[in-house]
């Protein structure tokens, strides 16, 4: 299994903007085969998506989904800095 953390920070301003785009993301990523989970947590303007995948195919076909690609080009005009993403295992 595979896990990942992506923290994304957007502008104050762009918040719903945001939200509703992260929304569609979680909502398609779920469709698909290889997602065990796939999270959404939030405060204020930062939203964290904790993911886990099957296996490295499963995670290589979601980075080439057109949703993702879509909302990565999308946001970066609307986040605060580049979105963060770690690629981390369980150690406790």
Same mark, same amino acid.
């Given at each position: 299994?595979?896990?990942?953390?992506?923290?994304?920070?957007?502008?104050?301003?762009?918040?719903?903007?945001?939200?509703?785009?992260?929304?569609?993301?979680?909502?398609?990523? $779920?469709?698909?085969?290889?997602?065990? $989970?796939?999270?959404?947590?939030?405060?204020?303007?930062?939203?964290?998506?904790?993911?886990?995948?099957?296996?490295?195919?499963?995670?290589?076909?979601?980075?080439?989904?057109?949703?993702?690609?879509?909302?990565?080009?999308?946001?970066?005009?609307?986040?605060?800095?580049?979105?963060?993403?770690?690629?981390?295992?369980?150690?406790?």
């Amino acid at each position: 299994m595979i896990s990942i953390t992506a923290i994304i920070k957007s502008k104050q301003e762009n918040i719903e903007q945001v939200k509703n785009m992260i929304h569609h993301l979680v909502t398609e990523t $779920r469709k698909e085969a290889a997602c065990i $989970r796939y999270d959404l947590h939030t405060t204020e303007n930062v939203f964290i998506i904790w993911e886990e995948w099957q296996d490295q195919p499963g995670l290589d076909f979601h980075n080439n989904q057109p949703y993702l690609q879509d909302f990565i080009t999308k946001s970066e005009s609307l986040v605060s800095s580049p979105i963060q993403v770690f690629k981390t295992t369980q150690s406790l």
